[in-house]
C-alpha cells in the first residue's frame, strides 16, 4: 500500500464562490485560493479556471505529489458517480461529471457529495463529531440539511441522495408551509434562515405585539436581524427563535427513533444565535423524544463553524477519495 | 478459519409463546419446539425449560456440532448487550442477559435483538430483500416495529435500540391519538392492528354512516373484521385501509428523505389486506414523497410472512453470531 500523502484539496463549490483550500491532515487550512462560479457557464471553462487557480497553492504545498486526493461538497452531489445533478443554484443544467473531471485534469482521485454530507465528514474528521460512529449533521442555512453518520459511514442510501432531513414533513395539516421544494411542511420551510425571517414577518402581521423588528421594512427582515432583536431582549423575535428552536427539537426526537445517534451536530448561521436557538431545541428534545433515547444523544453546535469549515468539510472527502 | 456449520437455531420470543426452530442456510425450518413463556417467572427456569426442549430437536438435526450460532428475536432485544431491557410484555424485569444464558448452556455463539430488527435480517437473509443492501422493514401487528438496513447492515444506533420508526410523530396537533408508549400522535397509534380497530371505532362513533361493523359491539373489532368487512365492499371499512394506508405512504416518504432505501418491505397481519392497503400507501408515497426519490424505492410484501417467519428472522441473527 501507498503512503499516505500528506495533504488533501477541498472545494466548497457554491452558487456565486467556488473555493478551493489545501488542508494537512490536522485540518489546518494551509492555503487556499477562490474563483466565481458564475463567471463559467460552460463546466469545462470553471474546471480549467480552477486548475489554472489551483497550480500556484498546489506548488506552494508541496507539489501535486503531495496531495492524496480531493474532496468537492455541491449542491445536488452524488457521491456515487461523482456527479452534480440538476442544481438549482448552478448554471450547469443536466448531470455533470465534475469529479472525473478535476480527476482526470489534476492527476489525482476525486470524491464528491453534497454540502451536508460533506459537512458531517468534516465534523467527523476534524471536529467536535471526531471518533463518533453514530451522529446527526444538521446544517441551518440558506435551506435545512443533513448529513447522517451511521457506523463510522456517511449514509448515502441506494441512488447516493440520502440524508434529506430538511423535507421532513412537520406540518401536515393544510395549513403547512409552502417549501422551496414544491411540497407543504417541510422542516426546511421553519427552520432555513429565511424560514425564521418568514416567521418573525407572520407575526408581525398576524398579532398588534410590538417589536423592535417593526421599525424594518418586513420583507428587509432576514434571520440575523431577528437574532440580534432577540439578543435585546425583543418578545416578539425571542418568540420566533423559541417556535423554531421547538420545531428542530421535535424533528431531531423523530430522527433519534431511526437511528439513535450519539449526538446532533448544528452548523450554519442560526446556531450563531447560541442559547436563543439551542435552549428551545434542548427543551423540545427532551420533552418529545421516546422515552428510551431520553437522555442518550448530545446536541451539539459545530466548532468547525467560520469562514473554512465548507472547505474543510470537502476535504475530510479528499482523504477516502 | 473454521468451517460454517450447516445450520443455525432461531428463537422467536413472544409474550406468550417462545418457539424455537432448526434452520439451514436455505431457510428451510428442518424442526421446531415450542415453550410457554408465561409459565417462567423466573428467566432461569425458563431457559433451562428451553434448552431441555431443544435438545431433542438439536439432536434430531445433527448435534450441537452442526449448529453454528443462535439468533433471538425478542422485545426490547439489544443487540449490542445481548440483554432484554424491560420488556413490558414479559414477567422478567430489569435487564436480562439472555443471549449470554443460552450461550454459555448450549456452548454456542448467542446473538439477540428486536423483533422488527430479526424480521429484517430474515428478509435479508431468506426472503425479498435478499442482496438488497438499503432497505426498511415495516412490521405491522399489535404495535408497528421497524428494522433498517443500510450499507448491508442492521442500523443500532449508540445504544442498540435504533430503528423505532411506530414512533415517529404523525399528528403534532392537539388532536394526536395517544400512543401506548404514552406520548401523542405516534405512527403505531393509527397503522397497527390496534390502531386500525380503532379508527373503524372512531368512525362508527362519530358518523351515522352504514356498515357492516355496526353487528359487532364496537370494543370486539379487530383489524380482521375491518379488512373482511372491507373486502366485502363495506365503504366505511374501506375507507380506514385507506386512512392507514395513507398514513403508511406519507411515514415512509419521511424515511426515504432519511436512507434513499432500495424498497420497503412491509410484513405483519395488516398486510393480508392485500392491495386494500398496499394501493393507499403506494399512492400516498409516490404523492408526497421528495422529488428525487420518486420511482426509486419499490414497496414490497414479506414472502416469509406466516408462522415460521419471525423464528427465520432470529435464526438469520445465528450466522452472524
Same mark, same amino acid.
Given at each position: 500500500?501507498?503512503?499516505?500523502?500528506?495533504?488533501?484539496?477541498?472545494?466548497?463549490?457554491?452558487? #456565486?464562490?467556488?473555493?478551493?483550500?489545501?488542508?494537512? @491532515?490536522?485540518?489546518?487550512?494551509?492555503?487556499?485560493?477562490? %474563483?466565481?462560479?458564475?463567471?463559467?457557464?460552460?463546466?469545462?471553462?470553471?474546471?480549467?479556471?480552477?486548475?489554472?487557480?489551483?497550480?500556484?497553492?498546489?506548488?506552494?504545498?508541496?507539489?501535486?505529489?503531495?496531495?492524496?486526493?480531493?474532496?468537492?461538497?455541491?449542491?445536488?452531489?452524488?457521491?456515487?458517480?461523482?456527479?452534480?445533478?440538476?442544481?438549482?443554484?448552478?448554471?450547469?443544467?443536466?448531470?455533470?461529471?465534475?469529479?472525473?473531471?478535476?480527476?482526470?485534469?489534476?492527476?489525482?482521485?476525486?470524491?464528491?457529495?453534497?454540502?451536508?454530507?460533506?459537512?458531517?465528514?468534516?465534523?467527523?474528521?476534524?471536529?467536535?463529531?471526531?471518533?463518533?460512529?453514530?451522529?446527526?449533521?444538521?446544517?441551518?442555512?440558506?435551506?435545512?440539511?443533513?448529513?447522517?453518520?451511521?457506523?463510522?459511514?456517511?449514509?448515502?442510501?441506494?441512488?447516493?441522495?440520502?440524508?434529506?432531513? +430538511?423535507?421532513?414533513?412537520?406540518?401536515?395539516?393544510?395549513? +403547512?408551509?409552502?417549501?422551496?421544494?414544491?411540497?407543504?411542511?417541510?422542516?426546511?420551510?421553519?427552520?432555513?434562515? #429565511?424560514?425564521?425571517?418568514?416567521?418573525?414577518?407572520?407575526?408581525?402581521?398576524?398579532?398588534?405585539?410590538?417589536?423592535?423588528?417593526?421599525?424594518?421594512?418586513?420583507?428587509?427582515?432576514?434571520?440575523?436581524?431577528?437574532?440580534?432583536?432577540?439578543?435585546?431582549?425583543?418578545?416578539?423575535?425571542?418568540?420566533?427563535?423559541?417556535?423554531?428552536?421547538?420545531?428542530?427539537?421535535?424533528?431531531?426526537?423523530?430522527?433519534?427513533?431511526? @437511528? @439513535?445517534?450519539?449526538?446532533?451536530?448544528?452548523?450554519?448561521?442560526?446556531?450563531?444565535?447560541?442559547?436563543?436557538?439551542?435552549?428551545?431545541?434542548?427543551?423540545?428534545?427532551?420533552?418529545?423524544?421516546?422515552? %428510551?433515547?431520553?437522555?442518550?444523544?448530545?446536541?451539539?453546535? @459545530?466548532?468547525?463553524? +467560520?469562514?473554512?469549515?465548507?472547505?474543510?468539510?470537502?476535504?475530510?472527502?479528499?482523504?477516502?477519495?
Amino acid at each position: 500500500m501507498d503512503k499516505i500523502k500528506p495533504n488533501v484539496i477541498g472545494l466548497d463549490l457554491g452558487g #456565486t464562490n467556488a473555493v478551493f483550500g489545501i488542508v494537512d @491532515s490536522r485540518g489546518n487550512i494551509i492555503a487556499t485560493t477562490a %474563483i466565481k462560479t458564475q463567471a463559467y457557464p460552460k463546466v469545462e471553462d470553471f474546471v480549467e479556471a480552477g486548475c489554472a487557480a489551483l497550480e500556484p497553492v498546489i506548488e506552494m504545498a508541496g507539489g501535486i505529489g503531495s496531495i492524496q486526493g480531493m474532496g468537492i461538497g455541491a449542491p445536488n452531489g452524488c457521491y456515487y458517480t461523482g456527479t452534480i445533478e440538476d442544481a438549482a443554484n448552478l448554471a450547469w443544467k443536466g448531470s455533470v461529471p465534475l469529479a472525473k473531471m478535476f480527476s482526470e485534469k489534476l492527476g489525482i482521485p476525486v470524491s464528491l457529495t453534497n454540502d451536508a454530507n460533506a459537512a458531517a465528514m468534516g465534523e467527523m474528521t476534524y471536529g467536535v463529531a471526531k471518533g463518533m460512529r453514530n451522529f446527526i449533521m444538521i446544517t441551518l442555512g440558506t435551506g435545512v440539511g443533513s448529513g447522517i453518520v451511521i457506523n463510522g459511514q456517511v449514509v448515502y442510501g441506494c441512488d447516493g441522495f440520502a440524508g434529506e432531513l +430538511g423535507h421532513v414533513i412537520m406540518d401536515r395539516t393544510p395549513n +403547512g408551509r409552502i417549501c422551496g421544494c414544491g411540497r407543504k411542511g417541510c422542516l426546511e420551510a421553519y427552520c432555513s434562515a #429565511t424560514g425564521v425571517a418568514r416567521s418573525a414577518r407572520e407575526l408581525l402581521e398576524t398579532t398588534n405585539r410590538p417589536s423592535l423588528l417593526r421599525d424594518m421594512k418586513p420583507e428587509d427582515i432576514t434571520s440575523l436581524d431577528v437574532a440580534i432583536a432577540a439578543g435585546k431582549g425583543d418578545a416578539l423575535a425571542k418568540e420566533v427563535f423559541d417556535f423554531t428552536g421547538k420545531m428542530l427539537g421535535e424533528a431531531c426526537a423523530d430522527f433519534a427513533a431511526f @437511528s @439513535s445517534p450519539e449526538a446532533f451536530v448544528f452548523f450554519g448561521g442560526l446556531t450563531k444565535a447560541g442559547d436563543l436557538i439551542m435552549k428551545p431545541i434542548e427543551e423540545a428534545y427532551n420533552k418529545t423524544v421516546l422515552p %428510551i433515547f431520553k437522555g442518550k444523544a448530545k446536541l451539539l453546535v @459545530s466548532t468547525l463553524d +467560520g469562514a473554512g469549515a465548507a472547505v474543510l468539510g470537502a476535504s475530510a472527502l479528499g482523504w477516502e477519495a
